[in-house]
């Protein structure tokens, strides 16, 4: 590959898959061994950089990364994982929208694998079943802890939640601050991506503008 190929494939920032893009073997080998692998591996970054891993601040810092990546920042791989999403019946025939919001998003583009931080709204209309709130946070976090991209990150959430549900009636916004854009390339500070999925009732526009208007009473955001 020439450095003209190298400079185009580094431009690809488009996924072609809802679903995060993993290995067949992605979970055959244990955290453990992962972990190992990623150490040995970001120290040889660090030496590519000219640190000394002699150095009493530095020399730990190959295992913290790995152990960092594995167990935290990526725990999100792993459908095992993934939170129990308990469901009950939705007995006070509760038929409004349920709102959840100001969701804390903390992920990682995986374009440069710099921090992705913002929010989540999430709101969904009960038909037979209703879910514990938290259990809506938990989910949220759990996707948000991979390499994504944002749009994906919506879908995800959405879907994960219309099955859990058994309903269509899912919507989900994202506003968050990506580093790659605030710490590289242009360096915009202030700017933030807006990213919005829904189905079912929320397709129709006074469903959404009810939802919206929701959220914005409470944080005095605006969309």
């Given at each position: 590959?020439?450095?003209?190929?190298?400079?185009?494939?580094?431009d690809?920032?488009?996924?072609?898959?809802?679903?995060?893009?993993?290995?067949?073997?992605?979970?055959?080998?244990?955290?453990?061994?992962?972990?190992?692998?990623?150490?040995?591996?970001?120290?040889?970054?660090?030496?590519?950089?000219?640190?000394?891993?002699?150095?009493?601040?530095?020399?730990?810092?190959?295992?913290?990364?790995?152990?960092?990546?594995?167990?935290?920042?990526?725990?999100?791989?792993?459908?095992?994982?993934?939170?129990?999403?308990?469901?009950?019946?939705?007995?006070?025939?509760?038929?409004?929208?349920?709102?959840?919001?100001?969701?804390?998003?903390?992920?990682?583009?995986?374009?440069?694998?710099?921090?992705?931080?913002?929010?989540?709204?999430?709101?969904?209309?009960?038909k037979?079943?209703?879910?514990?709130?938290?259990?809506?946070?938990?989910?949220?976090?759990?996707?948000?802890?991979?390499?994504?991209v944002?749009?994906?990150?919506?879908?995800?959430?959405?879907?994960?939640?219309?099955?859990?549900?058994?309903?269509?009636?899912?919507?989900?916004?994202?506003?968050?601050?990506?580093?790659?854009?605030?710490?590289?390339?242009?360096?915009?500070?202030?700017?933030?991506?807006?990213?919005?999925?829904?189905?079912?009732?929320?397709?129709?526009?006074?469903?959404?503008?009810?939802?919206?208007?929701?959220?914005?009473?409470?944080?005095?955001?605006?969309?």
């Amino acid at each position: 590959m020439n450095k003209t190929e190298i400079e185009w494939t580094g431009d690809m920032h488009f996924s072609k898959n809802t679903e995060t893009p993993l290995r067949k073997d992605a979970f055959e080998k244990s955290d453990d061994d992962k972990i190992k692998k990623i150490q040995y591996h970001f120290s040889e970054i660090m030496k590519e950089l000219g640190l000394d891993l002699m150095d009493d601040s530095l020399s730990g810092t190959p295992y913290r990364v790995a152990k960092m990546y594995v167990k935290e920042l990526f725990y999100g791989l792993n459908p095992k994982n993934r939170p129990k999403i308990s469901t009950f019946e939705n007995k006070y025939k509760y038929q409004k929208i349920l709102v959840e919001q100001d969701i804390i998003i903390d992920s990682a583009c995986e374009h440069h694998f710099l921090p992705i931080v913002g929010t989540a709204h999430v709101g969904y209309i009960p038909k037979d079943k209703v879910v514990g709130l938290s259990k809506i946070n938990r989910l949220v976090d759990y996707y948000s802890h991979r390499p994504q991209v944002q749009e994906r990150l919506c879908l995800q959430i959405l879907k994960d939640l219309q099955q859990t549900l058994e309903t269509e009636d899912v919507i989900v916004v994202v506003n968050a601050k990506h580093l790659c854009v605030s710490s590289r390339g242009i360096k915009d500070k202030s700017s933030f991506t807006t990213t919005i999925e829904y189905g079912g009732k929320f397709l129709e526009s006074s469903f959404r503008s009810e939802f919206f208007e929701i959220v914005k009473q409470s944080n005095n955001s605006s969309f």
